[in-house]
């Protein structure tokens, strides 16, 4: 199950893994949610089970069908680092990615610590990128977690932003995503809590992808930060980084 994705900042999504459980502030009006229970009101068989996390096996060799190079996000649809996947299934999944190095592929976490744990043991490929979700100052811990996973690219998504996120340590992150919750009961977001995040990374150096301003019509409020889009993507460690990194 792949599909092309609005998401401004890939090509599309590929999703292993279907359902997922809160984890933090952050997951309160889960996007993935709403949309599972539509797709399983509709009859769509991968979503059977609703929002219950599943396993599709049959997925995992899908990446060496597609013959042109694309960004793909990683399990919009879940998490692949949720503590009831097994790490045989993580393990196929990264050697699929692994063996496809024409394609760029996007991971996003909530699950940091799990992360952290399995990640050094894993093959990360310079086309497998590593993300956290950091909705706010209690989930900041995640940065740390994220630092150490030798990933070609270290990103954070700052996405739903429910709260300021000022002094936060950039040292080897790559980049760094904004964006307000969109959807029914869209929680706010001050434009001064953006305005930070991109001080920050202008002063430590780290691209700044400004996705959208949320809210229940985020196609009226836009993607605009003072008159001006912010696009910038990441520049790829180079391999000696990664060795260093999986060495520390």
Not at 28 to 35: Q, V
Not at 95 to 111: D, G, I, V, W, Y
Request: glycine share 8%.
């Amino acid at each position: 199950m792949a599909t092309h994705s609005s998401i401004e900042w890939t090509d599309m999504t590929w999703n292993p893994v279907t359902g997922c459980t809160k984890v933090s502030a952050g997951c309160k009006n889960c996007y993935a949610e709403r949309m599972a229970g539509r797709l399983q009101a509709m009859g769509q068989p991968r979503y059977a089970r609703g929002f219950t996390l599943t396993l599709h096996w049959d997925l995992i060799d899908l990446p060496y069908t597609w013959s042109k190079p694309r960004r793909v996000f990683i399990n919009s649809m879940s998490d692949l680092f949720h503590p009831d996947v097994p790490d045989e299934f993580i393990r196929a999944v990264f050697e699929t990615m692994s063996n496809c190095p024409a394609h760029q592929f996007q991971l996003l976490t909530k699950r940091s610590t799990r992360l952290k744990h399995i990640g050094p043991s894993l093959p990360w490929t310079l086309n497998i990128w590593a993300g956290v979700s950091v909705e706010n100052g209690q989930a900041a811990y995640r940065v740390d977690d994220l630092r150490g996973v030798p990933a070609a690219v270290r990103f954070l998504s700052c996405e739903p932003l429910i709260g300021p996120l000022d002094g936060l340590d950039l040292a080897d992150i790559d980049w760094v995503i904004a964006g307000g919750e969109s959807g029914p009961g869209a929680r706010p977001m001050s434009k001064s809590w953006v305005e930070s995040l991109l001080l920050q990374c202008r002063s430590s150096n780290v691209p700044f992808f400004f996705k959208q301003w949320g809210g229940t019509r985020k196609a009226r409020a836009g993607r605009l930060l003072n008159g001006k889009n912010y696009d910038e993507m990441p520049v790829p460690r180079a391999r000696q980084s990664l060795d260093s990194a999986a060495a520390s």
